[in-house]
């Protein structure tokens, strides 16, 4: 299930929609699941970067954006999408969305687009998750088509 969301650039004065970046991080806690959407992402081209929980996941994206690694024309190392599980240990999903988006407000980090990927699938869930920030959210398993229409959607 895919929930379309707002799309638009998160600032009016900075726009990611221009960008060429082909960058994911998968935060997940099950090896099986960050192994299965590394290898469904990187056969789609897209580079792939891995973190464990909502914890990890902010210090990956502080690390990559120190190291200078943005968006910028004729220079793309920013991340672009972030597929964020739920229920993780030590910060979860909904926890890391809501301090990313902070952090995106304040400009402390580029703009970037955070989708759901998680095996709650209820209306609340959902919500909640959109509610944080998320631009879409999709379900587990994820299939090909519908991993098929995020990439492309954010790309």
Not at 40 to 60: D, L, P, T
Not at 113 to 124: L, M, P
Request: proline share 3%; net charge positive.
């Amino acid at each position: 299930m895919i929930i379309k969301h707002e799309t638009k650039p998160l600032f009016s004065n900075v726009s990611i929609s221009n960008c060429l970046c082909k960058i994911v991080l998968i935060v997940d806690d099950n090896d099986y699941n960050l192994f299965t959407l590394e290898r469904k992402c990187r056969r789609r081209g897209w580079e792939v970067i891995k973190a464990y929980n909502g914890k990890e996941c902010i210090e990956k994206v502080l690390l990559h954006e120190k190291q200078g690694k943005k968006c910028q024309p004729g220079f793309c190392k920013g991340i672009r999408l972030i597929l964020m599980d739920v229920d993780m240990p030590i910060m979860n999903g909904i926890e890391a969305t809501i301090h990313l988006q902070k952090m995106m407000q304040t400009k402390e980090i580029s703009p970037m687009n955070i989708v759901g990927c998680s095996a709650f699938e209820t209306k609340q869930d959902i919500a909640e998750g959109l509610k944080a920030g998320m631009k879409d959210y999709i379900t587990k398993p994820v299939l090909d088509a519908k991993l098929d229409e995020v990439l492309k959607l954010f790309n």
